[in-house]
Antibody, heavy 117, light 107 residues
Framework: EVQLQQSGAELVKPGASVKLSCKTS????????MSWLKQMPGQNIEWIGN????????GYNQKFKGKATLTVDKSSSTAYMDLSSLTSEDSAVYFC??????????WGQGVMVTVSS | DIQMTQSPSFLSASVGDRVTINCKAS??????LNWYQQKLGEAPKLLIY???NLQTGIPSRFSGSGSGTDYTLTISSLQPEDVATYFC?????????FGSGTKLEIK
């Protein structure tokens, strides 16, 4: 069974950074891309970018370049997303989702990031 | 970026009703259109991919159609467990973009 387990909720101060994780199981991590998405209340879900589990190759939504950095650890089948220089506009729920034969066939449970002093 | 205009934003229907939700792309997306269901407090779940392909395990009352710029999700007979928000996604070109969602409730 494919599973994507995300790390817990984060409360971070403005200007700080945060690293989110997405630990996978039930499939061959290195054969698939993983995407990250942002969901804010009342707004469209946004695709941040994706990363290939095999070699760490990335593709980003231009909007999130400089804000998000995607990495992987093949040894633990885990994907990571670093968010930097956080502001209130970064407060949201963030999901990891696998790019299978079609985008986002499996999702993590989501993690809420709150940026507040 | 391709803009996805989804309608209606809110829909109230009775159990057993036929329900349709629409997405219109700002340009031809060649049937690269997926539908997702998100229940309150949960992650979205893939329902339909590439316009009309039912994801494994999804009830057959869900179906999709469309081409070019116009796409439709249909629930043939609404069930209480279908209360959720539904989103479309175009994956024809990067960046991938979602519709704004349709919140479906039972009358």
């Amino acid at each position: 069974e494919v599973q994507l387990q995300q790390s817990g909720a984060e409360l971070v101060k403005p200007g700080a950074s945060v690293k989110l994780s997405c630990k996978t199981s039930g499939y061959t991590f290195s054969n698939y891309y993983m995407s990250w998405l942002k969901q804010m209340p009342g707004q469209n879900i946004e695709w941040i970018g994706n990363i290939y589990g095999g070699n760490g190759g990335t593709g980003y939504n231009q909007k999130f370049k400089g804000k998000a950095t995607l990495t992987v650890d093949k040894s633990s089948s885990t994907a990571y997303m670093d968010l930097s220089s956080l502001t209130s506009e970064d407060s949201a729920v963030y999901f990891c989702a696998r790019m299978g034969m079609t985008p986002f066939d499996y999702w993590g449970q989501g993690v809420m990031v709150t940026v507040s002093s | 970026d391709i803009q996805m205009t989804q309608s209606p934003s809110f829909l109230s229907a009775s159990v057993g009703d036929r329900v349709t939700i629409n997405c219109k792309a700002s340009q031809n997306i060649n049937k690269y259109l997926n539908w997702y269901q998100q229940k309150l407090g949960e992650a979205p779940k893939l329902l339909i991919y590439n316009t009309n392909n039912l994801q494994t395990g999804i009830p057959s009352r869900f179906s999709g159609s469309g081409s070019g710029t116009d796409y439709t999700l249909t629930i043939s007979s609404l069930q209480p467990e279908d209360v959720a928000t539904y989103f479309c996604l175009q994956h024809s070109s990067r960046p991938l973009t979602f519709g704004s969602g349709t919140k479906l409730e039972i009358k």
